[in-house]
């Protein structure tokens, strides 16, 4: 059993090349991040972290996001993770801003909610605005960067006029619907909230994607959020 779980669980994993240069032994630090977040960070030798392994752990933690998990973990009581304070402190920080920002975009998606049912726009939830209450539970543990949503193509001139409402607009820089998938908007205090709203599921080829999307729009399930 213990040779199995090794080939199921790989104990090293190797860094990304964007921290190799970095301070530290990025592949012992990536490796422990990924150990934790597996539920078996008791098994990874802690006493060999320096002080730039720490401070990698931490930079790391913030640009791939996983910050938040990594506070929910270390909390545990039997996750093995003896962060050094200062570790501490940042994971503490990024979950307690992430719970405060997706506060606001949760609001954001009830009053897009409300202004669409007005408008009898259907719409689906993507990425993280679908993942957190349905996979993660707890807002505080996945960062959102915006609001995505999926519409019927014949309605996205309606869609794009309805979250006009809210205050939201389309930037004159970005001529975003040219991308070919999604309307970008942006809106809120210092336009800093972000809306996508996508009409098709990706590069795919056009039978395909007609085909996905048919069964998307009657296997769709209703997710319910404070």
Same mark, same amino acid.
């Given at each position: ?21 970095? %301070? ?26 320096? %002080? ?15 910050? %938040? ?48 049912? @007005?408008?009898?726009?259907? $719409? ?33 001139? @309606? ?5 006009? @409402? ?47 999307? @048919? ?9 319910? $959020?404070?």
């Amino acid at each position: 059993m213990e040779s199995l779980e090794s080939r199921v669980i790989p104990r090293t994993v190797m860094a990304p090349a964007r921290y190799v240069s970095c %301070p530290g032994e990025a592949t012992r630090v990536y490796s422990a991040i990924c150990a934790v977040l597996s539920g078996i960070g008791q098994e990874v030798n802690w006493s060999r972290f320096s %002080p730039s392994d720490w401070n990698l752990m931490g930079r790391i933690a913030i640009r791939e996001r996983v910050g %938040p998990l990594l506070h929910a973990f270390w909390t545990r009581q039997d996750s093995g993770a003896p962060f050094s304070p200062e570790l501490a402190a940042i994971l503490a920080e990024t979950y307690y801003q992430t719970h405060a920002y997706n506060a606001l975009y949760f609001k954001r998606i009830r009053a897009i909610r409300e202004v669409f049912a @007005e408008r009898h726009i259907p $719409f689906v939830l993507f990425k993280g605005s679908a993942l957190i209450p349905t996979l993660y539970g707890n807002p505080a543990l996945r960062p959102m960067g915006d609001v995505d949503l999926l519409v019927p193509r014949i309605l996205l001139n @309606e869609a794009v006029a309805a979250v006009a @409402e809210l205050g939201f607009q389309e930037p004159g820089h970005l001529p975003s619907r040219r991308f070919g998938h999604h309307a970008h908007l942006r809106g809120g205090r210092g336009q800093c909230e972000a809306v996508e709203i996508h009409w098709s599921l990706g590069h795919v080829s056009w039978r395909l994607e007609a085909r996905l999307e @048919e069964w998307l729009w009657q296997n769709v399930n209703p997710v319910s $959020f404070r």
